[in-house]
């Protein structure tokens, strides 16, 4: 194990770099767009720009890489996550800002890939799930650090958009300099939504409504502190907590998951969020406390939902369709993270912020509903085939969430067979 983490240090050293300076520049710049007087309907067009570079880069990258090789591309792509902050800080108009964030959108999305590639090609089946909590915990350590620079300083001025900037300069240096080996060429994954949906419907409408729910937390979630009077320091605990509450419990949920219908799980972190969300709208920033509890129930489940749906999906799949799924689901996660931030950002236009729990509260009885209907029109798998093991998921589509696509364009497999989720 010792020696799995020391051929993977300074990727690591380069991942906790990058998720820093990403923590930052996704708490400082609604701030700032709020501070220029943006309504929340165009700071949620502005996050769509990001989610659009981001499945864009899904799809674009893979071709990158095998022809120029990963550390070429992970350090262009870090480049390119330097430019457009600081272009952010140069050109203060929102429509500018869309293109900014696509770039944004399009480099992290490429350099998750080209991490997680990198991993799985120096784990085994003995250590992966080690290592990529390792990962996990890597991701999340920069990304809570990142939102605790925000109240350092002044989100209207240059400053932090500046530090930013050379935080994300300085993660090209370890794996730049590094002597590992660097991974074998990767190959170009397809997807069948169409397949997707005759082999699972409960996974097909689940990607799009858990990217809706990631989506719109990570788009909106600052936006929402600042509205409901927190301080930016009071704000990022609050962001903090919900990413704790994902990466606490995606493994007991997964487990859970393994040995009962995953179906039913689904009902239940659907519930659970909808009643998280609501009591969190019960509660006002007088005591910020009950708040940062329900932000990390809310967590608890708004992120693990993601993993779920790849897993029910690949359980009804043949080995050799696992990346195609993984991949359409991929696509259609990404439709949600677009669709969601419009939507809650029109409601909260017309509900104020609590709006936004309010559209978190909706997305979640969706979600349990359907699942819940899906059940009884399809018995429970077990007893026909084996599950596949339930993978944890460090997905961070947005800039507050742990949570992205891992490996889904790039056709990974692990050693003796495909990855399995």
Not at 68 to 91: D, E, K, P, Q, Y
Not at 108 to 127: C, F, H, K, M, P
Not at 135 to 159: E, F, H, K, N, R
Not at 401 to 413: I, L, Q, V, Y
Request: glycine fraction near 12%; charged fraction near 10%.
């Amino acid at each position: 194990m010792l020696l799995s983490l020391a051929s993977v240090a300074t990727l690591m050293l380069s991942t906790l770099l990058m998720m820093a300076g990403f923590g930052l520049m996704n708490y400082m710049l609604p701030i700032r767009s709020l501070a220029e007087g943006w309504s929340t309907l165009t700071i949620s067009v502005i996050a769509t720009g990001y989610t659009f570079g981001f499945t864009l880069s899904c799809i674009v990258t893979p071709k990158l890489v095998q022809r120029v090789g990963h550390v070429r591309v992970f350090s262009a792509l870090i480049t390119l996550l330097t430019v457009s902050v600081l272009l952010c800080s140069l050109i203060i108009e929102w429509r500018a800002w869309v293109l900014f964030r696509g770039l944004a959108g399009f480099a992290i999305a490429g350099s998750y890939l080209i991490i997680e590639s990198w991993l799985n090609e120096r784990v085994t089946n003995d250590n992966r799930g080690a290592l990529f909590s390792v990962y996990m915990i890597t991701c999340l350590v920069g990304s809570i650090g990142g939102q605790y620079i925000v109240p350092l300083g002044d989100p209207s001025g240059a400053q932090l958009f500046i530090l930013c900037g050379l935080i994300f300069s300085l993660a090209i240096f370890p794996t730049a300099l590094s002597t590992a080996q660097s991974p074998a060429p990767i190959a170009q994954a397809r997807f069948d939504l169409k397949k997707l949906y005759r082999r699972s419907p409960v996974a097909f409408i689940g990607s799009l409504l858990s990217g809706a729910l990631s989506g719109t937390w990570g788009s909106l979630g600052a936006v929402y502190t600042q509205n409901v009077g927190m301080s930016t320091a009071q704000g990022a605990t609050l962001l903090s907590a919900v990413l704790a509450g994902g990466a606490l419990a995606q493994m007991p949920i997964g487990r859970i998951s393994d040995r009962v219908d995953r179906r039913l799980v689904m009902v239940f972190c659907g519930l659970f969020g909808t009643l998280s969300c609501l009591v969190m709208a019960v509660f006002s920033t007088d005591n910020p406390l009950p708040l940062y509890i329900g932000g990390f129930f809310v967590g608890t489940v708004l992120y693990p939902v993601y993993a779920l749906n790849v897993a029910h999906a690949n359980d009804l799949a043949e080995p050799n369709e696992y990346v195609t799924i993984s991949s359409g689901i991929m696509i259609l996660y990404g439709l949600g993270t677009v669709s969601g931030p419009l939507m809650a950002g029109t409601v909260m236009e017309w509900a104020g912020p609590k709006g936004l729990l309010w559209f978190l509260a909706l997305s979640f009885a969706a979600y349990a509903g359907y699942a819940g209907w899906r059940m009884t029109r399809r018995p429970s798998r077990e007893g026909l085939v084996g599950k596949t093991d339930f993978q944890s998921m460090p997905i961070p589509m947005q800039g507050t969430d742990p949570g992205h696509t891992p490996n889904a364009s790039f056709g990974e497999t692990e050693p003796g067979g495909p990855t399995r989720s």
